[in-house]
């Protein structure tokens, strides 16, 4: 059981390059998620879609975008990486219903120099 | 603006019990959860709790009080692979979940 898998795991990136962190679910979640965890401070959202083909932006959006274009895949780009921009990223999805809990992947570790 | 306020650290004795609190202030409340995160890995779902009370799930137990703005997290008969870190979220009333920054517990033998 795959869940939800990120990629990379890591990268060191140099500032104004663009990067794309890949997330992939096999659930079949209608929502999927992206955020940012820094030391210190809550994981803050960075965009969200609630079903294939819709987006939104979340509390940090500016410098992201996203993608969803089919169920399963949710990618993220930076279209001009910043050293600000260094941090975990977490994809997340939820099945919906009462509780609507996240299952997160692995993280991607991404510096920016 | 909303706030979701945990201890940054507290440690424990191996066999022990410990009380992680979490305060509130949210616009509206749809909920609130609990998830556990080892160094270095995902976050993984723990609890939730949408109406006053306690909700026990074998060692783990969480208590919530709407009107006081309070949840705490009850952790019985520690274990060292309970060393990790414990984040509140509260859902408010657009469905987004707010995070407290996380509380780091240290399980000392």
């Known amino acids: 059981i795959a869940g939800i898998t990120q990629a990379p795991t890591s990268q060191i990136l140099a500032a104004g390059r663009r990067m794309t962190l890949r997330c992939t679910q096999d659930?079949?979640?209608?929502?999927m998620y992206w955020y940012r965890q820094d030391l210190g401070l809550g994981l803050r959202l960075i965009h969200y879609?609630?079903?294939?083909?819709?987006?939104g932006k979340g509390e940090v959006p500016d410098g992201y975008s996203v993608s969803r274009a089919n169920t399963d895949d949710f990618p993220l780009t930076l279209a001009s990486a910043v050293p600000s921009q260094t941090s975990v990223y977490f994809c997340?999805?939820?099945?919906?219903?009462?509780?609507?809990?996240?299952?997160f992947g692995e993280g991607s570790r991404l510096t920016v120099l | 603006g909303q706030n979701i306020d945990q201890p940054t650290e507290m440690t424990a004795t191996e066999g022990a019990i410990v009380q992680i609190n979490c305060t509130y202030q949210t616009s509206g409340f749809n909920g609130l959860f609990w998830y556990q995160q080892h160094a270095g890995e995902a976050p993984t779902f723990l609890s939730y709790?949408?109406l006053d009370g306690l909700e026990e799930k074998g060692r783990f137990s969480s208590f919530l009080s709407r009107s006081k703005g309070y949840s705490y997290l009850l952790l019985k008969e520690l274990q060292m692979k309970d060393s990790a870190s414990y984040l509140c979220?509260?859902?408010?009333?657009?469905?987004?979940?707010?995070w407290g920054a996380g509380t780091k517990l240290i399980i000392k033998p």
């Open positions: 997340a999805s939820s099945a919906g219903g009462p509780t609507g809990e996240l299952f």
């Open positions: 879609s609630n079903t294939a083909g819709t987006t």
């Open positions: 659930m079949r979640h209608n929502a």
């Open positions: 709790n949408v």
């Open positions: 979220a509260v859902r408010d009333s657009n469905y987004q979940l707010i």
